[in-house]
């Protein structure tokens, strides 16, 4: 039954149920039409049945395994990738940069005064305000570009092949966007977001852990300076 996999043709998994013209199995199959017995044709009916429905299965098992794949890699609060899947993009961002010599920029955010948001107005009204920035976020990248939360109330954004001029510049541009766009609470108070960020520029060599510390280092300087003397938090 070397021919067999002819049968698999662009709508063999949808047509499984539909009935087949014998014709075209004997013409599939190579069995001389004298040698077609009605038993022959049945098994052969039967089998061409039973790998329609394992072809069916195994599709259903992939669907499954991306949907998986998709929900191990979204953060749990937010439709944005989480932290392992950002450092999975920023590693392959890095390769990119290796191979064609193209630099692009990491942006790291931490929200300012996320606490105060959370003891006055409850964690719920917290967690919308953290949805607010990550959808300001996502709306104003390309979609070349990488959006993820990195934990609490720090995100990454991976800028595509962004030299540190072009990265600076659209960092600058998401920050005041979103001190721009105020959130909203569920009880209509208006608070004015606003973050500290830090960016580096990766280049060849560049590890996906060292170019995280190298930005979360000037965004926490970013965080001392706005904060003056006090203890950035």
């Known amino acids: 039954m070397s021919g067999a996999s002819g ?19 004997v013409q599939i199959q190579a069995i001389p039409p004298e040698e077609m017995t009605p038993r022959v044709q ?10 329609d429905n394992l072809r069916k299965e195994l599709d259903r098992t992939h669907r499954r395994l991306r949907e998986l794949e998709d ?51 409850g964690h719920e009204t917290g967690d919308k305000a953290l949805l607010h920035v990550a959808q300001l976020l996502t709306e104003n990248v390309r979609s070349t570009d990488v959006v993820g939360r990195l934990g609490g109330d720090e995100f990454g954004v991976i800028l595509a092949q962004a030299d540190e001029e072009v990265g600076q510049m659209k960092a600058d541009t998401l920050t005041k966007l979103i001190a721009e766009h105020p959130f909203h609470t569920p009880g209509g108070d208006e608070i004015r977001m606003s973050l500290a960020y830090g960016t580096y520029t990766f280049r060849q060599g560049d590890q996906p852990d060292e170019a995280l510390d190298r930005a979360d280092k000037a965004m926490y300087a970013h965080k001392k300076d706005l904060k003056g003397d006090q203890e950035p938090r």
Do not use: C, H
């Open 7 to 25: 049968v698999s043709g662009a709508g063999g998994a949808t047509e499984a149920s539909a009935p087949r013209a014998i014709d075209d199995v």
């Open 42 to 51: 049945q098994a052969i009916m039967s089998l061409m049945a039973e790998v």
């Open 71 to 121: 929900v191990a890699d979204t953060d749990a609060l937010l439709p944005v990738p989480n932290r392992r899947a950002f450092v999975r993009e920023l590693n392959r961002m890095i390769s990119f940069a290796q191979r064609y010599g193209t630099p692009s920029t990491l942006m790291f955010i931490d929200l300012n005064d996320m606490k105060q948001i959370n003891d006055k107005y």
